[in-house]
Structures are given as C-alpha cells and as structure tokens.
C-alpha cells in the first residue's frame, strides 16, 4: 500500500499523518492544538455533563489539514488519531 508523500526542504522523504479524530473523552480543552493549527481546521465545543460542562475541541475541517502533526505535538494529553492517506 502507497501513501501519499513529499519531501522536506533537504530532499526527504516525508509521509503527512493527517487528524482524524480527537477523542473528547480525554481533551481537556485547553486549546493549544486550536492556536498551533494554522489551517482554522479545528473548533472549540462545549457540552453540558450533569451540572456541569466539559470543554474539548473538535476536528471542524479535517480537508483542510496539511499532515503537519503541530495540534497533536502541542496536545498534553495525546488525544489526537492520525493517519497517512493512500495514494491515488
């Protein structure tokens, strides 16, 4: 199985992991994925748990992303899924 590749400023191969999902059990909502992702592909969700409401983002584009892997670097929790997508 082929994924798509590129390469770096210094001719190597790289293989983009795309966001697929974030598991909002785990996010505290922090929202330092949300200000590392420059690509808007990210939201802020908010959801009422009993009395009180539990914060955590959500993946809003996950076309636009770029394979950068900066929002699941800066996540403290590592709730972030990647994956490397299939070449054509």
């Known amino acids: ?34 200000k590392a992702c420059a690509k808007g592909i990210l939201s802020f969700e908010e959801e009422e748990v009993g009395d009180t409401i539990k914060a955590f983002m959500n993946v809003l584009n996950p076309g636009k992303c770029i394979g950068c892997g900066a929002c699941g670097r800066t ?5 972030f899924s990647f994956e490397a997508v299939e070449a054509p």
């Open 75 to 79: 996540c403290p929790k590592g709730c």
């Open 1 to 34: 199985m082929a994924y798509i590749t590129g390469l770096t400023r210094d001719k190597q191969v790289w293989t983009p992991e795309f966001v697929v999902s974030i598991d909002k059990a785990i996010c505290i909502g922090c929202g330092r994925c949300f």
